[in-house]
């Protein structure tokens, strides 16, 4: 995914750009309607007097975070209503003109998507568009081309960000025994300890202990066969 950049509004404007604190509960989609990048579309909305903002604007090579996701944005024209209050919204930028940027910001927006969804334990169901809350004929260019096809686009990333499958018992097994013999491969290389370097010795000499293959372990465990 293209790298997220915060520049974040600040708090002494929270009373005009995101004056509730909330928890979101869905996605709204939308188009700039112009050809800026999102650093500036998010750097004209924090710095205007007007009261629409919104949290994020994706563009071909990265997306920019403009409010905290746990304030309201004012951005889908239904007041207190749900789209404002309770959504996240996103504005896809270089919508006026269209063309490879365009498409390239849609796609970096459907992969963001569906990293939200994930990380919110969402469904499909929870994206939705500015026109679903005041009809406006928003995102223009992505319903130009298509609503569902847009929808499609975040499953297909959905898909492709599957979980690790599960270890099967036998390569669990395989794991732990690798495990355990680095842990006394590490044992047999240390040093024999000061104390017992006389004894150690002395059982070398006598034969008691074998010292010909891989040295003495002196801080490895002793097999029942070696002990007796």
Known sequence: MVPIKKKLCPASRYYLKCPYSRTPTRIVVHNT???APAENEISYMLNNDFEVSYHYAV?????VQGLPLDRNAWASGDGHGAGNMEGIHIEICYSLSGGPKFAAAEKNAAEFIASLLQQYGWGVDKVTKHQDY???YCPHRTLDLGWTRFVNMVKEYLSTEKE??????AEA???ARGEIENYFAGLAAKPAPGWAKEALDYAREEGILNGDEGGLRPESYVKRDELA
């Open 164 to 169: 690790e499958p599960d270890l099967t018992e």
């Open 33 to 35: 309607a112009n050809d």
């Open 173 to 175: 097994r395989k794991i």
């Open 134 to 136: 005041d009809g406006k």
């Open 59 to 63: 563009d071909d090579r990265e997306i």
